[in-house]
């Protein structure tokens, strides 16, 4: 029941924003100059012959502040779109023992950092390697619970790239595989072994019976 209720809540959230970014553009047609996409033509167009060329993000197409703003803040609002489902997917799947708030929250604002950062660094080799330095001097000591934990750590700074480069489709594409690819697993109960640790369900409680007898005799 909950896999079924998850499985209608992402389809309508999807059909939902697809319906409203559909109708802004058809109602405000200058709108489409500033959506964060395109970005993955230049991607799969080939590697550049000059290796620390800037991939031409959709910011560059923007002329003074205002529009800089404006490409900026869709880019993020379309980066929290495409993540909020994704926390969604987490928080039904994982186990009551094993959730982990933070990792909600710090899925939900990965992205809008790395979208940041993307932009930043973008036209700058110089500021590339001043954040690797910066980012190397800070260090990170939270501990996932789980190495499919990991997942959704990488999906948020997928994201967020993305939307940086102004690839929102390879974001979209990317969260609503993400989340049916894991509504399957969660349904099918895809590599279960009878006894062994699991990731989204308890281990049954035949077998815990069965491993707390030997040590109660």
Request: aromatic letters at 10%; hydrophobic letters at 50%; proline letters at 3%.
């Amino acid at each position: 029941m909950r896999a079924f209720r998850l499985f209608t809540r992402l389809t309508l959230y999807y059909l939902c924003v697809t319906g409203v970014v559909y109708s802004a553009v058809v109602l405000f047609p200058g709108l489409e100059e500033f959506l964060p996409i395109g970005g993955a033509e230049s991607l799969l167009s080939g590697p550049s012959a000059d290796p620390f060329e800037s991939i031409e993000i959709g910011a560059t197409r923007v002329g003074n502040l205002g529009d800089s703003l404006l490409w900026l803040c869709i880019a993020i609002s379309g980066a929290l779109l495409t993540i909020i489902p994704v926390s969604w997917t987490y928080m039904a799947v994982r186990k009551r023992d094993e959730y982990d708030q933070s990792l909600v929250e710090t899925i939900i604002v990965l992205p809008i950092a790395v979208t940041s950062i993307v932009i930043i660094v973008n036209n700058s080799v110089a500021l590339a390697f001043s954040l690797a330095g910066i980012v190397a001097g800070v260090r990170f000591r939270n501990t996932l619970k789980s190495s499919g934990d990991a997942l959704y750590i990488l999906l948020a700074i997928g994201i967020g790239l993305s939307a940086g480069i102004g690839a929102m489709e390879i974001a979209v594409v990317m969260s609503i595989a993400f989340n049916y690819v894991f509504l399957v697993l969660w349904i099918t109960d895809y590599g279960a072994r009878k006894g062994t640790h699991r990731y989204m369900r308890r281990v049954s409680g035949h077998h815990e019976t069965e491993t707390a007898e030997p040590s109660a005799k």
